[in-house]
């Protein structure tokens, strides 16, 4: 659809699930809101992509659907502004700058620009899925993660379950890695339900989507 594809790599994580609302942080051109629109026509979707050719894309595929929302901001631990690292490949951009493992072991990610962005904290949008107790919160923000966790302390109320990419190494600098973002979950009454899309390099686990559900 207008060279974009629903990303399937996530069908067998999302099966069989209990969630009436996604906020899908990180939405890029649309990949994971579409999946969710094909799977459950209907199901409400908040997405949030600050990059603006990526958002263009999301609004010609999605925009005819009325309970689908984008916002064209970045989402941290506070509002404020920020740079955003552009990569080459346009989804691992990031407000953290581009490490050197990233670029080695993902060919084409190295940084090739810099803009500002707006951000705001996910807990500011919480009034669009304030009636909903069993959000789906989907976080894909190279190693931002935990930056919009502490952001979302509200919605965290709300959510059934997190679904987050993660990775094991320093890809970007800063970046909170699985370990430290399992313990802000597991702190707040999630547990880990599943790992997949497993990435691994010279026999190491890299990066990976991992599935917390509230216990």
Request: hydrophobic fraction near 40%; charge should be negative.
């Amino acid at each position: 659809m207008r060279g974009v594809a629903p990303s399937a790599e996530h069908l067998t994580a999302l099966e069989g699930l209990d969630f009436g609302y996604v906020c899908d942080v990180g939405a890029n051109r649309g990949q994971f809101s579409l999946l969710c629109e094909i799977c459950r026509p209907g199901l409400a979707i908040s997405a949030f992509e600050p990059m603006r050719d990526e958002a263009d894309v999301f609004r010609k595929i999605l925009g005819g659907h009325s309970q689908i929302r984008l916002h064209e901001v970045a989402l941290g631990e506070k509002a404020g502004e920020a740079i955003l690292h552009l990569s080459r490949s346009r989804d691992s951009s990031s407000l953290l700058t581009i490490g050197e493992d990233q670029a080695r072991i993902f060919p084409k990610t190295e940084e090739i620009g810099r803009t500002k962005v707006p951000v705001k904290c996910l807990d500011d949008f919480s009034m669009e899925w304030a009636e909903h107790a069993r959000v789906m919160l989907k976080l894909d923000v190279q190693g931002y993660e935990l930056c919009v966790l502490k952001g979302a302390a509200e919605t965290l109320r709300r959510c059934a379950y997190v679904y987050v990419e993660c990775s094991e190494i320093q890809l970007y600098e800063g970046q909170a890695l699985r370990s430290e973002v399992s313990a802000f979950l597991e702190d707040r009454g999630f547990r880990m339900r599943s790992r997949g899309n497993e990435i691994t390099d010279q026999g190491r686990l890299v990066q990976a989507d991992y599935l917390f559900e509230r216990c």
